[in-house]
Structure formats: structure tokens, C-alpha cells
């Protein structure tokens, strides 16, 4: 069965300053996808960034880029130029791609940005 | 909003009510999902349903009782729970199972759920 792990509970980063925010996951699938939610307290469960397993490059969105290393199983987000919007508990989840494509969630990494 | 709204936002039953969340998508999407988020525990998958036709229900007790009429459409129908069921319930939608699901969910803002 795969596993997603946040070994994170919570991070603090100042303003403008980056952060990187980790994740290791478990699975015997070469073919699956990585992603990075976010959740403000509005409670609402937001997209930030995925990965498809079978590309090499890191994908990017705007501040937010991730450090994908399929032979370690890790999948890093990096924050650069840290806003205080960003403060929220960040999830990363693994999309099986096989059977049902469900998601698996890691426990979360709450996120404090400094002014 | 979201795109995929749950309402009630916050709901207070006791263990003896019956009551019914209710989400709601105009996304064109054809799967939607419940999963339910407790402090300090990954998110668990309860119920998906694709095409309106539950195609996962991952050990849920039968105190929650899914019901998905069309594919816009989704509840969760609570009886007689129990405090541990206290958490934050929430709603997602996807393109069909099978497709292109590496696009990712859309999530609606959640039910905070509080049994006494």
C-alpha cells in the first residue's frame, strides 16, 4: 500500500524569505502523480502544484516549484519570497493511478509566516 | 466560491439526531468524493462515486449513509453518530475516474462537524 509522510508538523518562515517544506511517500507504481494542496483557514482545500511521476522536470508555478526525486521517493515544495497569504497547512498527496485513483494525504505541515 | 460548495457550514447534532450534509458542484465534473479530516490524521477517503455509481466505500460505518442523485449532486446522511465522528467533512469533485485524474480536486470549504 503506498504511504505519503510529512515529517513537518509545523515550519515558520519570514517575509520574502523561502522555505521548503518535505515529503516522502511509499509506493511499488511507476506510474503515478504528486501534488501540494493548500489549506487556508478558510478550510477550503486549494491546488498549488503537481508532478506526473514519468516527467523529470520539477514543475514550477510561479513562487512555488518542487524538488522531485523519484528514486528517493521525495517530493519537496519550495516558497520563495514568502508571503503572509501563504501561512496555511500545507498537504502533500500521491494520485494512484491504478483501480480507483485515489488520493492518499500525508498529515500536513502547518506554515507561520513571519512579518 | 469555489466552484464546489457544502453547506451547512457547521453543524451541531447529538447522537441521536439525524441529519444530512450536502454538496453541491457545477464543474461538469463526474466523480465526487467525501473524505473526512481529524486533527493531527491524514485525510481519510469515505465514499467516491463516479458517474453517480459509488465505486468506493472504504470501510465507512453504516451510520453514514451516502447518496449521490446526479452527478452535481451529493450527500452524506448521518444517524445516530458518535463524538468520535466530530471532524471537519469535506466535499470534492474530479473529472471521471479513469480519465485524466492527475488534474486534481476541487474541494469545497468543508462541514465542521460536531457530535454531542
Known amino acids: 500500500a503506498q504511504t505519503v509522510t510529512q515529517s513537518q508538523p509545523e515550519m515558520s518562515v519570514q517575509e520574502a524569505e523561502t522555505v521548503t517544506l518535505s515529503c516522502t511517500y511509499d509506493t511499488s507504481e511507476s506510474d503515478y502523480c504528486l501534488f501540494w494542496y493548500k489549506q487556508p483557514p478558510s478550510r477550503q482545500m486549494i491546488l498549488v502544484i503537481r508532478?506526473?511521476?514519468?516527467?523529470?522536470q520539477n514543475a514550477t508555478e510561479n513562487r512555488f516549484s518542487v524538488n522531485f526525486q523519484k528514486a528517493a521517493k521525495s517530493f519537496s515544495l519550495k516558497i520563495s519570497d514568502s508571503q503572509l497569504g501563504d501561512a496555511a497547512m500545507y498537504f502533500c498527496a500521491y494520485l494512484t493511478t491504478s483501480g480507483t485513483y485515489k488520493y492518499i494525504f500525508g498529515t500536513g505541515t502547518r506554515l507561520k509566516v513571519l512579518a | 466560491e469555489t466552484g464546489v460548495t457544502q453547506t451547512p457550514r457547521h453543524l451541531v447534532m447529538g447522537m441521536t439526531n439525524k441529519k444530512s450534509l450536502k454538496c453541491e458542484q457545477h464543474?461538469?465534473?463526474?466523480?465526487m468524493y467525501w473524505y473526512k479530516q481529524s486533527a493531527k490524521k491524514p485525510l481519510e477517503l469515505m465514499f467516491v462515486?463516479?458517474?453517480?455509481?459509488?465505486?468506493e466505500n472504504n470501510s465507512v460505518p453504516s451510520r453514514f449513509s451516502p447518496e449521490c442523485p446526479n452527478s452535481s449532486h451529493l450527500f452524506l446522511h448521518l444517524h445516530t453518530l458518535q463524538p468520535e465522528d466530530s471532524a471537519l467533512y469535506l466535499c470534492a469533485s474530479s473529472q471521471p475516474l479513469g480519465t485524466t485524474g492527475g488534474l486534481g480536486y476541487t474541494f469545497g470549504s468543508g462541514t465542521r462537524l460536531t457530535v454531542v
Open positions: 508532478q506526473e511521476a514519468y516527467k523529470q
Open positions: 464543474l461538469g465534473h463526474n466523480a
Open positions: 462515486y463516479n458517474f453517480k455509481e459509488q465505486t
